[in-house]
């Protein structure tokens, strides 16, 4: 999985570096849903790779404003005493975004770079009972500050493929875009 998102986000940028053509709209809505590679999984197995909603609305030239929605799971198993342990991890992600897009509006290609600040809600739970009959869970919460970069190339009249790299819900996300 991680290959494929590499190398869908690899073509993305060479097809972006080859394109004149841009893609950003002062009075246009993008709506990102993307799937990548990033919390969940760095160590155990990720058991809802990162994926995320975001909507950006225009608001100059070259900024833009919106938000996402992002969650990912992974659980990390470990024995001992001859026990089977399992820990099971859930991230939400809730933050609004902002982004400078460096390109000229046209149809294509938008390359942008951009902040999010929002709250991350982890949550884990150990449902094997460690052999006490007894379950246990625990939940935190904090404020995220992220950073990305990215680019997004227009197919058709009102979809396209994004690709951004940064932290937030993900290291690495691609997917697909929709001018709305």
Known sequence: MKKVLF???AVALLVSSTTFAQG??????????????GFAGLEGD???PPVSVGLQFGLTDKISIG?????AGSKYDFGFFGKSYEWKYSYIIVGARGEYHFMEPSDKLDAYA?????YNVVSVTEPSNLGLGVSYSAAASSVLIGFHVGARYAVGNNW???GELG????????????RL
């Not at 951009?114 to 929002?118: H, I, L, N, R, Y």
């Open 67 to 71: 938000g996402i929605v992002g969650y």
């Open 7 to 9: 190398t869908l986000f």
């Open 46 to 48: 990720a058991t809802i």
């Open 160 to 162: 396209g493929v994004f």
């Open 114 to 118: 951009g902040a999010t600040v929002g």
């Open 167 to 178: 932290y937030g819900i993900g290291y690495v996300t691609a997917g697909a875009f929709f």
């Open 24 to 37: 950003y709209n002062q009075k246009g809505k993008a709506l990102n849903i993307g799937a990548g590679f």
